[in-house]
């Protein structure tokens, strides 16, 4: 069917003729002679257009208090078509107001061509505004999905200040560099950078640089044509046209060779990028660097271009360490325990703020990657999340550090609590016998003179959690 037709109408005749006509061309056609029944049949018949008549004789509502009511109380997109053949100026005015799509006069200059025109003209400009309403749909959810997936958490004042950051030079349409530790989130931020710019929903790639050989580079970043060297036995698109008009992530930058950085601040500069083997070719793309690298090593001309350098060191983001975010390894913490805990179905009872110096006291080398990993860790683990269970696994992290790795009784008196250094050389005690025993546990449980139950129970009090072979 072309579209779905309601027809409000107290002539009958007339309504006869025109439904008659809409079903030659395709159209569903339902008539309705009164404002009671029309309401039901709206509400079941979902219509395109809507043919409604000014006057209606034995209607509750006539058809200026249809009209009236359709614009105030219903949110359907309904394209309204009024046909009259008595109405004054002021009338037709009101009709417009109140969002009709057309006035069709029904007397001496009525037209069934221009009507089945009006009515082809509306449906198709409410196709196309149902479209265009699902596309803002599928980008709200596509920036909720995003924002779900690629959360910056946090507080404190280091954080805040990244994230107006990266909002400001996303909105301004710039290039950025994020640089930062291992594991400080340079994906998550130019993610975040993706999400504010007025370029999402376009295409988005991200490239890891270390991954790409020096004969890979050119054809893998800007494309090359068929027979443009010994292999290419057919065309290839590269990241920036795949990218025009969209972003690039070009993360650990540092790793491209100095040739390489040269051929990206031409592609930058001059807004076009040579295809390997092919012609010349403009395009838009907006870049995201990232790298570990420190402002020392980026400014210096033997591991990174210093005219590359000089281009975008206004739009650096440095990215700060966990160990300098103060209370947002609390606030990490709790958003990593509750989304793995929902996976791993486990309970939890904790008051991380009791936990607060523990937690922070440790320098977190590996930062936000390391604390997630330690979560989920946790998670897999433990049956039950609690203060109790997360200082125990802290304490073992913080042993198993190199400046902690201490020899003989030096490791245990080390720890300033007796409870947790007489776990900690429990442990190791236990760990010996396992290794020696060949993981066995009836046989360790045996050299060690306990219960194998025991031993069980130790182990998972522990969480010596290895592959058991009895």
């Not at 068929?226 to 990241?239: E, L, Q, V, Y």
Request: proline share 2%; hydrophobic share 40%.
């Amino acid at each position: 069917m072309k579209g779905n037709i309601i027809i409000l109408e107290d002539d009958v005749v007339l309504a006869d003729q025109i439904s008659k006509l809409l079903r030659r061309q395709g159209y569903s056609v339902l008539h309705s002679t009164n404002s009671d029944s029309f309401f039901e049949d709206l509400r079941n018949f979902m219509p395109d257009v809507i043919l409604l008549d000014v006057f209606l004789v034995g209607s509750r509502l006539n058809g200026m208090q249809v009209l009236r009511y359709l614009k105030e109380n219903v949110d359907f997109n309904y394209k309204i078509i009024v046909m009259s053949g008595e109405v004054k100026t002021d009338q037709v005015t009101e009709i417009r107001e109140l969002g009709a799509y057309h006035f069709v006069e029904k007397g001496g200059n009525f037209s069934t061509n221009q009507l089945l025109l009006h009515i082809e003209n509306a449906v198709t400009l409410k196709r196309q505004e149902e479209a265009n309403l699902d596309l803002q749909i599928d980008y709200l959810n596509l920036k909720k999905q995003f924002t779900r997936s690629f959360p910056i958490i946090g507080e404190s004042e280091a954080i805040s200040r990244v994230r107006a950051q990266i909002i400001r030079f996303a909105q301004a349409d710039e290039d950025i560099f994020i640089i930062g530790e291992t594991g400080t989130g340079k994906e998550v931020a130019a993610n975040y950078f993706y999400l504010n710019s007025r370029r999402f929903a376009k295409p988005f790639h991200t490239v890891n640089c270390s991954a790409l050989t020096e004969t890979l580079i050119e054809s893998e970043l800007f494309g090359h044509v068929k027979g443009a060297f010994t292999s290419a036995d057919r065309n290839n698109i590269g990241f920036f046209e795949k990218c025009s008009d969209g972003l690039l992530f070009l993360d650990e930058v540092t790793n491209l060779s100095l040739p390489a950085q040269s051929k990206i601040l031409r592609a930058i500069e001059n807004k076009e990028i040579q295809i390997v083997g092919g012609k010349l070719k403009k395009v838009d793309t907006r870049l995201i660097f990232a790298s570990n690298a420190s402002l020392e090593v980026l400014s210096d001309p033997t591991r990174f271009r210093q005219d590359l350098f000089y281009r975008i060191e206004g739009s650096i983001i440095e990215l700060p360490p966990l160990r300098q975010r103060e209370n947002d390894i609390l606030l990490l913490v709790s958003y990593f325990i509750t989304s793995y805990a929902s996976r791993f179905n486990i309970s939890d009872r904790i008051d991380l703020s009791q936990l607060k110096d523990d937690l922070l006291s440790y320098h977190w080398p590996g930062n936000i990657r390391e604390l997630r990993n330690f979560c989920k860790y946790m998670i897999i683990n433990e049956r039950e999340i609690n203060n109790k269970t997360i200082l125990k696994h802290l304490r073992l992290k913080q042993q198993n550090l190199p400046e902690n790795r201490l020899v003989g009784m030096d490791k245990y008196i080390a720890i300033r609590n007796i409870k947790e250094s007489t776990a900690a050389f429990e442990r190791d005690y236990i760990l010996h016998f396992l290794q020696e025993n060949d993981w066995l546990v009836s046989k360790t449980s045996a050299a060690m003179g306990i219960e194998r139950t025991t031993l069980y129970k130790k182990m998972k009090s522990l969480s010596i959690n290895h592959l058991i072979k009895d």
